[in-house]
């Protein structure tokens, strides 16, 4: 018997009883629309996180006295570092000859006035004039400030996209006056809009002149600065870059051969470091729990199949009588397992891609279907089927053909 003529006896069969098969196509739809939509979230999140929330240039490193804190104590230990100052930008500046630029940031959560309206907990910058172009700050109202307004610290100040919205809702906000920690400002730009991710927006920020009067209230003390920002004069100088500016580090820390950097220095690659070791945690939990529901639909094919078995032992009977072979019976039973676990996983990606593509409509994250997550989901589909249908497709093969035309 042809395997198309399996496939369609397998067909016929399950649209006998179509209740019965759509229910138990559910576990594995149900699975393998999971495998497929938690993988293209997670791969549309990943490029967000690259091209939006890492927002470093390949040439340009950040050094830090805190870093990435993964734990209190990783916090506790932060904490206890020596503060960095405008002297070790100076320093760093006169010392790194593969450096370009080098820029200095502070910051602080502050209230904001616009009129009779205010947002609370908006995270407030004061960059040096060189630093939008290294953090890829792209304006898209009006303009960053210039040099000469952060050397003569001038009051004024670049807003995100949610600060414009719940101050300025139906107004131009370029050239009007806020309020930044009491201390009056001017709007001159507003930042192109980064979304946000978990319920935290990128968007509700103020950015301003390091040097402005609104420093003394992103840091009590006066030379004192939270990053020094470097762009090396090309991608391939960074490694060089970084190994001197460690070296111009330690030594202004005083930091013997055999202590360990009281600093961290994060490059583009550093910084997704992390992410990587999540994301990949992540794809084996979007993979591994959604096996538990095919696992319960592999169980639902074998009883549904057993079911089926002892339904057409006539039938079966009949086919054997006419000369058909136990290997004919066992690929019928066979094939319409894998029929029913792979129509189960079409249903399946296409839900999945539908899941995806909502996400990628209704936030600001790109959802891409992973090509191999369809493999995958064709793939655990098939392989769920046929491994249902083992037993009970061995059982039908093995029944005696005159038992079988006696059953009623």
């Known amino acids: 018997m042809s395997l198309g003529e399996l496939a369609r006896i397998a067909l016929h069969a399950l649209r006998r009883n179509k209740l019965r098969s759509g229910l138990t196509l559910l576990g594995v739809i149900i699975g393998v629309m999971t495998v497929v939509s938690v993988v293209s979230i997670i791969a549309g999140l990943n490029t967000y996180v690259e091209t939006k929330l890492t927002n470093l240039n390949p040439d340009v490193l950040v050094f830090t006295k805190y870093g990435i804190i993964r734990s209190r104590a990783e916090f506790i230990l932060a904490n206890r570092r020596k503060a960095l100052t405008m002297r070790e930008t100076r320093l760093v500046a006169e010392e790194c000859q593969s450096c370009a630029a080098v820029g200095a940031q502070t910051g602080q959560t502050l209230t904001v006035h616009a009129g ?86 990128f968007d509700n920020y103020v950015v301003a002149p390091f040097r402005a009067p609104l420093h003394r209230l992103l840091n009590r003390q006066p030379k004192v600065i939270d990053a020094v920002v470097v762009q090396t004069k090309n991608a391939a100088m960074l490694r060089e870059a970084q190994e001197r500016v460690r070296a111009v580090m330690r030594a202004r820390h005083k930091l013997h051969p055999g202590q360990k950097d009281n600093f961290t220095m994060q490059t583009a690659d550093s910084a997704l470091e992390f992410w990587n070791k999540i994301r990949r945690y992540l794809v084996l939990a979007g993979i591994a729990l959604p096996a538990i529901g095919l696992v319960v639909g592999a169980i639902v094919i074998m009883n549904i199949m057993l079911v089926a078995v002892a339904e057409r032992t006539r039938e079966i009977g009949i086919r054997k009588a006419l000369g058909a072979r136990r290997r004919d019976i066992l690929a019928q039973f066979l094939i319409e397992s894998a029929t029913l676990s792979t129509l189960g996983a079409a249903f399946g990606i296409a839900l999945g891609a539908g899941i995806a593509t909502l996400v990628s409509a209704t936030t600001p994250m790109p959802t891409a279907v992973a090509p191999w997550s369809v493999a995958v989901g064709v793939i655990l589909g098939a392989g769920v089927g046929i491994v249902a249908g083992v037993y009970p497709a061995s059982r039908a093969s093995l029944l005696d053909p005159i038992a079988a035309l006696r059953q009623e």
Do not use: C, W
Request: charge should be negative; aromatic fraction near 6%; hydrophobic fraction near 40%.
């Open 116 to 201: 009779n309206r205010k947002l609370a907990g908006v995270q407030v910058t004061g960059y040096t004039a060189n630093v939008d172009s290294m953090l890829n700050l792209d304006i898209t109202e009006g303009r960053f400030f210039n040099p000469t307004e952060e050397l003569h610290a001038a009051p004024v100040a670049v807003i995100g996209a949610d600060v414009k919205d719940q101050l300025f809702p139906t107004l131009d906000p370029i050239g009007r006056p806020v309020k930044i920690g009491g201390l009056p400002y001017q709007v001159v730009g507003v930042g192109e809009s980064l979304g946000s991710a978990f319920g935290i927006s």
